[in-house]
């Protein structure tokens, strides 16, 4: 299952990438609000143009096409209109946005992808079963506290809420 996530997650790097070229084209600390959240829909806007002419894609529509469009509306709200905003917290924010449509599309995907899953990762004879289990927990947890793991991933001393959340699945 993990292996699962991972592949999922991999959606997100497109969205990832795009949100983090804000800072290279962004040279001074602070740019005008306008012109950071115009870059931010441009960005996915072409992320999006990208992921509809590959058909194997479609963590990445979802992501670009569909999810961001709608979080760039509450990344404008988060920021005062007519203000220069510091790069880097936007950029940070963005990512947060990244992440949270990462969480939604995890909750909206986890039973089919475990389903399909395979490999060496087999936790227990009933797979439906597993999956079941892998879902309801999944589900159990909010967008925010996925979002938290995703930014969280790389401390590998500490196990995230999804990953206790999936051991509870295990036999």
Known sequence: ?????????????????????LAATTPA?????????D???AKFSA??????????????????????PTQIYLLESDYP?????PVDPFIDRVN??????????????VASSCLKGGGDDKPNADRQAYCACVEKQVRSLSDQEIAKDLETQGNSDKQG???QALS????
């Open 29 to 37: 600390q602070t740019a005008p609000r306008q012109l950071m959240l």
């Open 1 to 21: 299952m993990r292996n699962t996530i991972l592949i999922t997650l991999l959606g997100a790097g497109l969205a990832f990438a795009a949100a983090s070229t």
């Open 39 to 41: 870059k931010t829909r």
């Open 96 to 109: 947060y946005y990244v992440d949270i449509c990462t969480a939604k599309l995890m909750k909206k995907t």
């Open 47 to 68: 992320a999006c143009e990208k992921a509809k002419g590959d058909r194997d894609s479609i963590d990445r529509q979802y992501i670009n096409c569909e999810c961001m």
């Open 161 to 163: 809420r999804v990953q």
């Open 81 to 85: 209109d007519g203000k220069d905003v």
């Open 168 to 171: 509870a699945c295990r036999p």
